[in-house]
């Protein structure tokens, strides 16, 4: 009787152990299908409004033959934009190119005779010393009658006379070549009395002189020359040296 007194009381705690883990595991099953239902529901959710924005955004951009026409004519405005200032870069460039090409012809026609004209001021300095070598004395003497005159024929001429008619002649040629050199923009300068520049003087000696400002030019050995704005030949001057 024992026995089946045991038997019967295993059957029955079986019974009620699997009823239960029966249960809890219903329940288990139905708490996981109510969140994954839920989950579901929440990325649904989570996505219908991008997808809502895509399809506004299609709808939005969406490309007519008046929106194809509008970009052409954007596209055709900045092209001509830009062809008009590389035309009008293209025209300043030019207009520069013929100002330079106009004044570099004009430089060549005036400076042309710059070696031909430097070579030639050496006839016109010896011109000027074969002046300056006739004191002014000898035109007074002869101006004035001489003793001998009278035995002399009434057609000769004296010595002073034929001097004082080569040195007109002499100083002719120089007015008359200086003249020449002038028309072609040679003109001489003579600095004495001026500030010492380096630039346009060439100093031969120094000398110390009272009364004179140092730097001063004293005397121009040799007149310079210029041929337009620019150097031909510096001017040989003396310069006045300070004194200690």
Do not use: W
């Amino acid at each position: 009787m024992n026995a089946a007194y045991v038997r019967q009381a295993f059957r029955s705690s079986t019974a009620s152990l699997s009823s239960r883990t029966i249960g809890r595991s219903s329940r288990d099953a139905l708490a996981s299908h109510g969140r994954r239902i839920v989950s579901i529901r929440q990325y649904s959710d989570d996505k219908a409004p991008a997808a809502e924005v895509d399809a506004e955004k299609e709808v939005g951009t969406e490309i007519t033959p008046e929106t194809e026409l509008l970009k052409t004519i954007k596209a055709k405005e900045a092209e001509t934009a830009d062809l008009k200032s590389r035309l009008q870069y293209l025209q300043a460039d030019f207009l520069n190119l013929q100002r330079n090409a106009a004044r570099e012809k004009e430089q060549q026609r005036d400076f042309a005779i710059t070696r031909f004209a430097g070579d030639l001021l050496e006839t016109v300095d010896v011109l000027a010393l074969a002046l300056k070598s006739v004191p002014e004395d000898a035109f007074a003497q002869a101006d004035s009658p001489s003793p001998d005159s009278s035995d002399a024929s009434s057609n000769s001429k004296s010595v002073q006379t034929y001097l004082k008619e080569l040195h007109q002649g002499v100083d002719m040629t120089h007015r008359l070549l200086l003249s020449t050199l002038f028309k072609y923009h040679v003109k001489p300068f003579d600095p004495t009395g001026d500030m010492f520049d380096p630039n346009q003087h060439e100093a031969m000696y120094q000398a110390p002189i009272p009364g004179k400002e140092p730097g001063t030019i004293l005397e121009c050995q040799k007149t310079g020359y210029m041929i337009k704005d620019r150097l031909l030949r510096a001017a040989q001057v003396g310069v006045v040296q300070d004194t200690p």
